[in-house]
């Protein structure tokens, strides 16, 4: 009998709209998971900082080249046998298809929430802010994670330890059966 493998650490993506909490969680549960936090942001490409920075919104051409980014950052540190948690929004399915592409065994957390609760969220937030019309227009684009993509959704109206409890959880289990 072989003696029984020991997971490799989780290559996580925390996904979801503004507000629905991806750098507090995502950070919370890279700590109990014992692996490092990257928000995603910190990864656009110079130009793409450039662009937002003069407001301008960016367009699926200027994210194809981040979502690669992201995906290779994923892949480097499964590579190295380290796990990772990113914190990116991931709307649509073809951005996660994305990361897929270069980090084939990624997970990812969808924090998922009603309007309600994410309004409430985001008018909690201070220093913050996060037009109405904005957050409608990116639950309009989010194609929510589908079971065949390798993940688990997270409903946000509970408590964050909850949260995080049941993230760590789930995403170990989801790791094991990747083993």
């Not at 995502?26 to 407001?55: C, R, Y």
């Not at 480097?76 to 980090?103: D, F, M, P, T």
Request: with cysteine; hydrophobic share 40%.
């Amino acid at each position: 009998m072989s003696p029984a493998r020991e997971p490799l650490p989780p290559l996580v993506v925390v996904m979801g709209v503004s507000g629905s909490g991806k750098t507090t969680i995502g950070t919370l549960v890279a700590h109990e998971l014992g692996v490092q936090f990257i928000d995603g942001d910190s990864l656009h490409p110079l130009e793409n900082v450039q662009k937002m920075a003069a407001g301008t919104p960016l367009d699926d051409d200027d994210r194809w080249p981040w979502l690669e980014i992201v995906g290779r950052t994923l892949h480097e540190h499964g590579e190295r046998r380290e796990g990772l948690v990113v914190a990116c929004s991931a709307l649509k399915r073809a951005y996660r298809e994305r990361i897929r592409s270069q980090a084939p065994s990624a997970l990812f957390l969808h924090l998922d929430g009603t309007l309600e609760v994410l309004t409430r969220r985001i008018e909690g937030r201070s220093g913050h802010f996060m037009p109405a019309a904005l957050l409608e227009s990116q639950i309009e684009t989010l194609e929510p994670l589908a079971q065949e993509e390798g993940g688990y959704v997270l409903n946000i109206d509970q408590p964050v330890a909850d949260m995080v409890d049941d993230a760590v959880t789930r995403l170990r289990a989801l790791v094991a059966a990747q083993s």
